[in-house]
Protein backbone atom coordinates (compact mmCIF):
# COMPACT_ATOMS: atom_id res chain seq x y z
CA UNK A 1 0.00 0.00 0.00
CA UNK A 2 0.97 3.40 0.14
CA UNK A 3 0.52 5.85 2.72
CA UNK A 4 -0.30 9.54 1.23
CA UNK A 5 1.91 11.41 4.17
CA UNK A 6 0.81 15.12 3.41
CA UNK A 7 -2.54 15.78 1.89
CA UNK A 8 -4.49 18.37 2.92
CA UNK A 9 -7.98 16.82 3.14
CA UNK A 10 -9.21 19.10 5.09
CA UNK A 11 -9.58 21.57 2.51
CA UNK A 12 -12.94 22.82 1.60
CA UNK A 13 -12.90 21.84 -1.82
CA UNK A 14 -13.22 18.20 -0.46
CA UNK A 15 -16.57 18.60 1.16
CA UNK A 16 -18.97 18.01 -1.90
CA UNK A 17 -17.03 14.72 -2.32
CA UNK A 18 -14.94 13.67 0.46
CA UNK A 19 -15.95 9.64 0.44
CA UNK A 20 -15.31 9.43 -3.41
CA UNK A 21 -12.01 10.85 -3.13
CA UNK A 22 -11.15 8.28 -0.24
CA UNK A 23 -12.54 5.49 -2.48
CA UNK A 24 -10.71 6.54 -5.77
CA UNK A 25 -7.35 6.47 -3.23
CA UNK A 26 -7.81 3.16 -1.98
CA UNK A 27 -8.34 1.71 -5.30
CA UNK A 28 -5.49 3.53 -6.42
CA UNK A 29 -3.87 1.50 -2.90
CA UNK A 30 -3.35 4.54 -1.29
CA UNK A 31 -4.36 3.14 2.39
CA UNK A 32 -3.14 5.52 4.97
CA UNK A 33 -3.47 9.26 5.16
CA UNK A 34 -1.89 12.21 7.31
CA UNK A 35 -3.49 15.87 7.35
CA UNK A 36 -1.21 18.50 7.88
CA UNK A 37 -3.48 20.97 9.23
CA UNK A 38 -1.31 24.48 9.47
CA UNK A 39 -4.09 26.68 10.10
CA UNK A 40 -6.40 27.07 13.14
CA UNK A 41 -9.59 27.14 11.19
CA UNK A 42 -9.44 23.82 9.83
CA UNK A 43 -7.36 22.18 12.59
CA UNK A 44 -11.05 21.03 14.13
CA UNK A 45 -11.92 19.47 11.12
CA UNK A 46 -8.64 17.57 10.59
CA UNK A 47 -8.86 16.20 14.16
CA UNK A 48 -12.95 15.29 13.43
CA UNK A 49 -11.74 13.74 9.98
CA UNK A 50 -9.00 11.46 11.78
CA UNK A 51 -11.32 10.54 14.78
CA UNK A 52 -14.30 9.14 12.04
CA UNK A 53 -11.79 6.89 9.57
CA UNK A 54 -8.67 4.65 11.24
CA UNK A 55 -6.81 5.42 8.09
CA UNK A 56 -6.73 9.40 8.64
CA UNK A 57 -3.94 10.52 11.12
CA UNK A 58 -3.38 14.63 11.51
CA UNK A 59 -0.90 16.75 12.98
CA UNK A 60 -0.74 19.97 14.08
CA UNK A 61 1.00 23.34 13.65
CA UNK A 62 0.83 26.68 11.92
CA UNK A 63 2.18 27.45 8.38
CA UNK A 64 4.88 30.10 8.65
CA UNK A 65 2.57 32.59 6.46
CA UNK A 66 0.60 32.41 9.23
CA UNK A 67 3.09 33.05 12.57
CA UNK A 68 1.03 35.65 13.52
CA UNK A 69 -1.31 33.39 14.19
CA UNK A 70 0.43 30.42 16.10
CA UNK A 71 -0.96 29.94 19.62
CA UNK A 72 1.69 27.79 21.89
CA UNK A 73 -1.53 26.58 23.90
CA UNK A 74 -4.19 26.29 21.21
CA UNK A 75 -1.92 24.01 19.21
CA UNK A 76 -0.57 22.33 22.45
CA UNK A 77 -4.30 21.08 22.87
CA UNK A 78 -4.08 19.24 20.25
CA UNK A 79 -0.44 17.80 19.92
CA UNK A 80 -1.39 14.58 22.71
CA UNK A 81 -4.39 13.47 21.00
CA UNK A 82 -3.68 9.92 19.87
CA UNK A 83 -3.85 10.52 16.19
CA UNK A 84 -1.91 13.41 16.08
CA UNK A 85 1.11 11.80 14.38
CA UNK A 86 3.40 15.27 13.96
CA UNK A 87 3.76 18.96 14.58
CA UNK A 88 3.94 20.94 11.90
CA UNK A 89 3.12 22.29 9.08
CA UNK A 90 5.79 24.62 10.33
CA UNK A 91 9.00 25.93 8.94
CA UNK A 92 10.27 29.23 7.01
CA UNK A 93 9.03 30.61 3.86
CA UNK A 94 10.67 33.65 2.27
CA UNK A 95 8.93 33.73 -0.88
CA UNK A 96 6.35 36.19 -0.35
CA UNK A 97 8.10 39.15 1.87
CA UNK A 98 6.44 42.38 2.40
CA UNK A 99 6.07 44.97 0.09
CA UNK A 100 7.66 47.13 3.05
CA UNK A 101 11.06 46.52 3.18
CA UNK A 102 11.51 47.51 6.75
CA UNK A 103 9.32 45.08 7.48
CA UNK A 104 11.15 42.18 5.97
CA UNK A 105 13.41 41.39 8.73
CA UNK A 106 10.68 41.85 11.73
CA UNK A 107 8.92 39.14 9.42
CA UNK A 108 11.54 36.75 9.31
CA UNK A 109 12.23 36.90 12.85
CA UNK A 110 8.57 35.75 13.42
CA UNK A 111 8.86 33.13 11.57
CA UNK A 112 12.29 31.75 13.30
CA UNK A 113 10.51 32.45 16.66
CA UNK A 114 7.50 30.72 15.78
CA UNK A 115 9.31 27.71 13.94
CA UNK A 116 11.93 26.76 16.93
CA UNK A 117 8.72 27.23 19.15
CA UNK A 118 7.53 23.84 17.27
CA UNK A 119 10.64 22.46 17.43
CA UNK A 120 10.56 22.93 20.90
CA UNK A 121 7.10 21.47 21.10
CA UNK A 122 7.99 18.42 19.08
CA UNK A 123 10.91 17.54 21.33
CA UNK A 124 8.53 18.33 24.37
CA UNK A 125 5.97 15.59 23.14
CA UNK A 126 8.32 13.79 20.98
CA UNK A 127 6.53 14.00 18.10
CA UNK A 128 8.20 14.40 14.46
CA UNK A 129 8.41 17.70 12.22
CA UNK A 130 6.75 18.49 8.92
CA UNK A 131 8.91 21.05 8.33
CA UNK A 132 8.06 23.68 5.23
CA UNK A 133 10.73 25.07 3.47
CA UNK A 134 11.13 27.58 0.83
CA UNK A 135 13.59 30.26 -0.09
CA UNK A 136 15.14 29.58 3.03
CA UNK A 137 17.30 26.74 3.19
CA UNK A 138 20.33 28.31 5.18
CA UNK A 139 18.19 29.51 7.71
CA UNK A 140 15.80 26.51 8.01
CA UNK A 141 19.10 24.51 8.55
CA UNK A 142 20.55 26.61 11.04
CA UNK A 143 17.63 26.53 13.41
CA UNK A 144 17.21 22.76 13.19
CA UNK A 145 20.88 22.10 14.19
CA UNK A 146 20.94 24.28 16.34
CA UNK A 147 17.66 23.50 18.35
CA UNK A 148 18.60 19.70 17.84
CA UNK A 149 15.53 18.73 16.26
CA UNK A 150 17.28 15.53 15.36
CA UNK A 151 16.21 14.61 18.33
CA UNK A 152 13.00 13.88 17.14
CA UNK A 153 13.31 14.25 13.15
CA UNK A 154 11.03 14.59 10.67
CA UNK A 155 9.95 15.18 7.01
CA UNK A 156 11.12 17.85 4.66
CA UNK A 157 7.66 18.53 2.80
CA UNK A 158 7.72 19.15 -0.71
CA UNK A 159 11.50 19.12 -0.50
CA UNK A 160 12.95 21.69 -2.92
CA UNK A 161 15.83 19.81 -4.26
CA UNK A 162 18.79 22.37 -2.54
CA UNK A 163 21.24 19.98 -2.06
CA UNK A 164 22.57 21.84 1.46
CA UNK A 165 19.68 20.37 3.08
CA UNK A 166 20.88 16.99 2.16
CA UNK A 167 22.81 16.25 5.18
CA UNK A 168 19.57 16.39 7.16
CA UNK A 169 19.15 12.81 6.20
CA UNK A 170 21.56 12.36 9.51
CA UNK A 171 19.81 13.69 11.83
CA UNK A 172 16.43 11.86 11.39
CA UNK A 173 15.25 13.90 8.29
CA UNK A 174 13.30 11.97 5.90
CA UNK A 175 12.23 13.75 2.33
CA UNK A 176 9.00 14.02 0.79
CA UNK A 177 8.68 13.63 -2.62
CA UNK A 178 5.42 14.97 -4.26
CA UNK A 179 4.11 15.78 -7.89
CA UNK A 180 6.49 18.15 -8.44
CA UNK A 181 9.02 15.29 -9.50
CA UNK A 182 7.20 14.63 -12.69
CA UNK A 183 6.92 18.20 -13.81
CA UNK A 184 8.70 18.44 -16.58
CA UNK A 185 10.23 21.33 -15.43
CA UNK A 186 11.81 19.49 -12.40
CA UNK A 187 15.76 19.11 -13.54
CA UNK A 188 16.55 20.13 -10.54
CA UNK A 189 14.61 17.80 -8.42
CA UNK A 190 15.56 14.68 -10.68
CA UNK A 191 19.37 15.61 -10.36
CA UNK A 192 18.90 15.40 -6.47
CA UNK A 193 16.69 12.72 -5.96
CA UNK A 194 19.24 10.01 -6.67
CA UNK A 195 21.16 11.36 -3.41
CA UNK A 196 18.50 10.58 -1.17
CA UNK A 197 18.84 7.47 0.89
CA UNK A 198 16.21 5.34 -0.09
CA UNK A 199 15.22 4.56 3.69
CA UNK A 200 14.95 8.54 3.29
CA UNK A 201 11.95 8.68 1.25
CA UNK A 202 8.31 9.91 1.73
CA UNK A 203 5.55 9.86 -0.65
CA UNK A 204 2.75 12.87 -0.68
CA UNK A 205 0.78 14.70 -2.96
CA UNK A 206 -0.16 17.96 -0.88
CA UNK A 207 -3.73 17.69 -2.28
CA UNK A 208 -5.22 19.75 -3.44
CA UNK A 209 -2.24 21.27 -4.41
CA UNK A 210 0.85 20.58 -7.27
CA UNK A 211 -1.06 18.03 -9.15
CA UNK A 212 1.27 15.79 -10.71
CA UNK A 213 1.37 15.75 -14.57
CA UNK A 214 -0.65 14.15 -16.67
CA UNK A 215 -3.35 16.31 -14.29
CA UNK A 216 -2.23 19.52 -14.13
CA UNK A 217 -4.34 22.33 -13.79
CA UNK A 218 -6.77 20.06 -11.62
CA UNK A 219 -8.02 19.19 -8.29
CA UNK A 220 -4.45 17.03 -6.82
CA UNK A 221 -5.86 13.91 -4.93
CA UNK A 222 -4.60 11.14 -2.85
CA UNK A 223 -5.00 8.53 -5.68
CA UNK A 224 -2.48 9.86 -7.50
CA UNK A 225 -0.04 8.82 -5.09
CA UNK A 226 0.58 5.84 -7.45
CA UNK A 227 1.71 8.39 -10.33
CA UNK A 228 4.52 9.67 -7.56
CA UNK A 229 5.30 6.65 -6.84
CA UNK A 230 5.86 5.52 -10.27
CA UNK A 231 7.86 7.80 -11.38
CA UNK A 232 10.23 7.42 -7.88
CA UNK A 233 10.77 3.62 -9.00
CA UNK A 234 11.21 4.55 -12.12
CA UNK A 235 14.28 6.92 -11.01
CA UNK A 236 15.29 4.39 -8.54
CA UNK A 237 15.35 1.94 -10.88
CA UNK A 238 13.22 -0.19 -8.62
CA UNK A 239 9.35 -2.14 -9.37
CA UNK A 240 6.26 0.03 -8.30
CA UNK A 241 5.82 -2.63 -5.35
CA UNK A 242 9.14 -2.60 -3.74
CA UNK A 243 8.43 1.64 -4.06
CA UNK A 244 5.40 1.29 -2.53
CA UNK A 245 6.90 -0.77 0.19
CA UNK A 246 10.16 1.50 0.75
CA UNK A 247 7.92 4.53 1.38
CA UNK A 248 5.35 2.96 3.28
CA UNK A 249 7.99 0.85 6.19
CA UNK A 250 9.35 4.74 5.87
CA UNK A 251 6.62 6.06 6.79
CA UNK A 252 5.31 3.78 9.26
CA UNK A 253 8.89 4.17 11.17
CA UNK A 254 8.80 7.34 11.10
CA UNK A 255 5.20 8.50 12.51
CA UNK A 256 5.06 5.51 14.62
CA UNK A 257 2.07 4.58 12.87
CA UNK A 258 1.87 1.04 14.04
CA UNK A 259 1.53 2.38 17.89
CA UNK A 260 -1.05 4.35 16.60
CA UNK A 261 -2.97 1.67 14.48
CA UNK A 262 -2.68 -0.95 17.46
CA UNK A 263 -4.56 1.78 19.42
CA UNK A 264 -7.33 1.83 16.90
CA UNK A 265 -7.58 -1.91 16.70
Known amino acids: MIIDTHCH???????????????????????????PAAHPATLQRALELSQRYDSIYFSVGVHPYDANLYDRAFVEEFVTHPKCVAVGECGLDYYRLPEDKSAIESYKALQK???????????????????????????????????????????????????????????????GIGGVITFKNARKLIEVYPHIPPHKLLIETDAPYLTPHPHR???????????????????????????????????????NLSAIDTLDA
Open 217 to 255: GKRNEPSYCRIIAQKMADLSHIGLEEMETLTTQNAYRLF
Open 113 to 175: EVFVDHINLAKKYQKPLIVHIREASQDSMALLLEHEAGEVGGVLHCYNADAMLLPLAQHNFYF
Open 9 to 35: LDDACYFDDFEKVLQDAQEARVERFII
